[in-house]
């Protein structure tokens, strides 16, 4: 199993509500990533895991909150978000973020805040 | 600082060549990575660079001078399907990812 997966594709939320992307891979990758890309830019880092561990958080603002149940599976929880964040969400893994290290995107969710 | 610089558009004609260059600057350097990503999809891994030369895969081969910051992505034999934007990363001493704005390149019958 080559791939990552991210679910939702698309979602649609108010600056009230709360959510959570979810992303699983079962490459035995030691190391996870959220970006976020706005169209015709490059994915920005948001926040990087290397064993299950936060070890990159790239001056995000706190109404993003990322979390690592397991070595598997990484979530971004969402709250009080605000229409500049409409965006697409990628989460990529790699094998322990060190050297060599190509990473393996998922498909991404599409983010649009209202 | 830290900086990528590649061409923003390039148009190519199908069956034809095409190379794209990319300029980098980051703090430390681990390595070279070109990426594909087609409109509203996620990028996919082509290639990596951390010794200069060139590496040939199929269709693409990529090439890097550390002495000179340079990189580019050659395309052989271009199909429709090769319009993408085309991304060049350099991996900094963290290993982190420094991404340039993407190449997005057109092909023509």
């Known amino acids: 199993d080559t791939e990552v997966t991210q679910t939702p594709k698309h979602l649609v939320m108010g600056m009230t509500n709360k959510k959570s992307l979810k992303c699983e891979q079962h490459?035995?990758?030691?190391?996870m990533y959220w970006y976020k890309q706005k169209a015709k830019k490059p994915p920005e880092l948001m926040f990087v895991?290397?064993?299950?561990?936060?070890?990159i958080n790239e001056s995000v603002p706190s109404r993003f909150s990322p979390e690592c149940p397991n070595s598997s599976l990484l979530n971004l929880h969402l709250h009080a978000l605000q229409p500049e964040d409409s965006a697409l969400y990628l989460c990529a893994s790699s094998q322990d973020g060190g050297v060599y290290n190509e990473q393996f995107f998922g498909p991404g969710t599409r983010l649009t805040v209202l | 600082g830290q900086n990528i610089d590649q061409p923003t558009e390039m148009t190519a004609t199908e069956g034809a060549i095409v190379q794209i260059n990319c300029t980098y600057q980051t703090s430390g350097f681990n390595g070279l990575f070109w990426y594909q990503q087609h409109a509203g999809e996620a990028p996919t891994f082509l290639s990596y660079n951390v010794l200069d030369g060139l590496e040939e895969k199929g269709r693409f081969s990529s090439f890097l001078s550390r002495s000179k910051g340079y990189s580019y992505l050659l395309l052989k034999e271009l199909q429709m399907k090769d319009s993408a934007s085309y991304l060049c990363a350099g991996a900094d001493s963290n290993y982190q990812l420094i991404w340039g704005a993407g190449t997005k390149l057109i092909i023509k019958p």
């Open positions: 895991y290397s064993y299950e561990k936060l070890s």
């Open positions: 490459m035995g990758h030691r190391a």
